[in-house]
């Protein structure tokens, strides 16, 4: 019987492996740039950890178990409440602002279709204890500045920016608080993807007659594309004096974000867009997705602020804001945009050829010895004609092939070969710990 991997779980050939270790460097090195520290942890996490902390979406999609012990566990869906967690527990000894990225595989059990698998990789990116807007901009820069790494122009990608703030204000002025506004933001966020008549069905679960009407209304929001038209729909709400407050203070917090934004690498990525709300329960304030900008696939990312959740995972009271970043939305984007041509397996430094047996020897030290250097060098497994090596040789792609034990040639030389140019010298070999640099860089001139 053949086995084959479990529906959306994915073999990583070298080839797709390549990519992937392309993508999680791309992703190391950008949020390296940003001063983001490394962090990790656990794949397999206590169930209640997600149960109502992630909300409805995800707890339906776990992988989950009883383990021996008898104990409630589940793959990880996503990294933020392991996160939220690890930040809570040692808040009073960390650092602020605490600036941690992770990539890490997650687990969900969704029907696999392009875009979306049961078992994928993310990347984390995430600011706790900084409650201000220069943290969002922090990391939807920072979003925008990965998509930039792997080759992807400002115009490829649209960052959707929204603000759950704002609609618990606007639902406030309809009447609708509490449970009932979670529930209309859950039918909003997936308005997107669902039939227009089935929205409005749900909605007149909370609005009885007033859904075609209300349905009218966010679809109006929803089309909102500039900060004017958005100052002016908070400036209308009709609320009562607090509300009103507090709608004034997001104005303004709005403008420093969009100010701040302007400077950054995703001023012309931006795109101010409220029909974004986020299915995971814990968000809180303004939230955001990057898209393709053809609008086509899933999104990319998605993330937004966090502030309670530290709190609600038994930590202290804690700002916090974030994004993670999937690879495999992201690696169709970059393969339609030709950008993971050129990505394929490494080719070793060197490879040895043995032309007789009783020089292996000699050439198993210098290749210990080329190795503890740092180069990589691919040494025959077992011997064949020059021929067949020097064939090989060209079908691994070294670059240099150090040939040993031809006639006239004495054990204490070695012939090197640059395959690359097709010239070959012969050198002592003592001298082979101090040119392979040059020979890599420039290629061989004879000593
Ligand atoms: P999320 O929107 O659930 O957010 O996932 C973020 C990204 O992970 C998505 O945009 C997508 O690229 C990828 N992703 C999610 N599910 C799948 C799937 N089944 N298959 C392939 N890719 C997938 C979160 O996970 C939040 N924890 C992000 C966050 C971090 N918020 C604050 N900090």
Request: with cysteine.
């Amino acid at each position: 019987m053949q086995f084959t991997t479990l529906p959306g779980f994915r073999d990583f050939y070298p080839d797709l492996c390549s990519r992937k270790v392309h993508i999680f460097d791309t992703w190391r090195k950008s949020a390296q740039s940003f001063n983001f520290l490394e962090y990790d942890a656990p794949i397999l996490e206590p169930l209640d950890l997600y149960i109502e902390k992630s909300g409805s979406e995800i707890t339906g999609q776990l992988f989950n178990f009883q383990d021996r012990g008898d104990r409630s566990v589940a793959l990880r869906p996503e990294l933020t409440p392991s996160l939220a967690r690890m930040v809570g527990a040692k808040a009073n000894s960390l650092k602020r602002p605490i600036k941690w990225f992770n990539i890490g595989e997650n687990f969900r059990y969704e029907r696999p279709q392009k875009g979306r698998l049961r078992s994928f990789y993310q990347f984390n990116a995430d600011i706790f204890g900084e409650s201000g807007p220069a943290a969002d901009a922090e990391l939807i820069s920072l979003l925008g500045n990965t998509l930039q790494a792997f080759g992807l122009k400002d115009s490829d990608f649209t960052i959707r920016l929204s603000d759950r703030d704002i609609w618990l204000l606007i639902l406030s002025s309809e009447g609708i608080h509490g449970a009932d506004a979670t529930l209309v933001l859950g039918i909003i966020d997936k308005m997107e993807r669902s039939d227009r008549s089935q929205s409005i069905k749900l909605l007149s679960g909370v609005l009885n007659n007033g859904a075609e009407d209300f349905m009218i209304m966010i679809e109006k929001i929803m089309s909102i594309r500039d900060f004017a038209s958005l100052r002016d729909l908070l400036l209308n709400l009709k609320l009562d004096s607090v509300r009103a407050e507090q709608a004034k203070l997001r104005i303004s917090q709005w403008d420093d974000l969009l100010s701040l934004l302007s400077n950054t690498c995703v001023s012309n990525s931006l795109q101010i867009d409220l029909s974004i709300v986020r299915g995971l329960a814990y968000y809180t304030g303004f939230v955001f997705e990057a898209f393709e900008s053809g609008g086509k696939g899933r999104a990319l990312a998605g993330g937004g602020r966090y502030d309670s959740l530290v709190q609600k995972l038994g930590g202290p009271e804690m700002p916090a804001t974030g994004f993670a970043m999937g690879d495999v939305t992201l690696s169709n984007l970059l393969e339609d945009s030709d950008l993971l041509d050129d990505i394929c397996v490494k080719s070793p430094d060197f490879i040895v050829i043995i032309a007789a047996s009783d020089i292996s020897n000699e050439a198993l030290k210098d290749t210990t010895m080329l190795r503890s250097l740092g180069y990589s060098v691919e040494y025959p497994l077992k011997l064949s004609s020059v021929s067949k090596q020097l064939k090989e040789a060209n079908r691994v792609g070294a670059t240099i092939a150090l040939i040993y034990g031809t006639e006239n040639q004495i054990s204490n030389n070695v012939i090197v070969r640059d395959l690359k140019n097709k010239v070959e010298h012969v050198f002592a070999r003592e001298l082979l710990s101090e040119l392979p640099k040059d020979w890599l860089a420039n290629g061989i001139t004879a000593k």
